[in-house]
């Protein structure tokens, strides 16, 4: 009996231990938005305004992109048929099968279930879920990570083409939006842009100066940008209906490490920056924010 109770006690023990590190890992290591903003007073709002320019941006960035990476985000998005990727080759043709054809990427172990996100088996199943031989087929698009923030840079394309303030009715929702919005576009921009090490230029350079200027210090500011980072989980969604009060605070999120993307990803966006650059901001005198 008392070596049962014994074991119940140590096993108790070790499960609070789990909870405890697990809510230390949330507090310290994840960021939020708002940790942004920890430094400027509630009664200060972020207008629109503070927006604008880093919108114009991923306008350019996306619109500049889309092509190139069509078909390796057709793959993670699912759109492809699944017959062709394991045999190339369909029975339907091309206008009678519900998924696109276009693709080169071939993977006969690959699980038809995990690509539709419906096996069930997990761990047990015997085919891959993962896209394993993916760097022979695809040049940009290498790691989950990469998806993900092209469906980010994605979203921020749609906002910019779409959003509707008077959609959302309520001020606490506008404001939060606002904020996740900034803090969005500072990710990408700082982890996409070339740049100096320990330098905020190329923010500076990219979006407004006033807008970093209403974030924490600079120095705090690059501190926290190491950390992996919660973003809302309707960022993530391809179709979002911006006539309806699509966005409320305190929603779902999720966590992107951006240090996961691939070299190849983060090359591929440096040079549509450096175009945006060239293009946009040097004719005007603007400094360069690297080497
Ligand atoms: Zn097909
Ligand atoms: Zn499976």
Redesign the pocket.
Known sequence: MTSTNDKIDTLSKKIAEISIQQDIICNTNISEANNYYKTRQTSKGVNFARLEKGLLLFIYIHETTKSILYSEIALWDRRL????IKNGD???L?NQ???E?ETSYRQSNICPFWYTHSCTYGTKCRFSHEFFPISNYHHYILTNTDNIVYKLIRFVRNFAGHYIDSAIKDENDLQQLHKEMVVLMVHLVHFLSPKRSNSIDHLNLFLEATTIKQLISPDSLLEELEKPYNVPKIFLESTLNFNTHWYRHGTNKCSVDFSQMSTQFITHFNSVFIGFYEGRLKSRGAPIAWA
């Open positions: 048929c699944i017959q062709m369909c029975p339907k091309r099968c519900r998924y054809h």
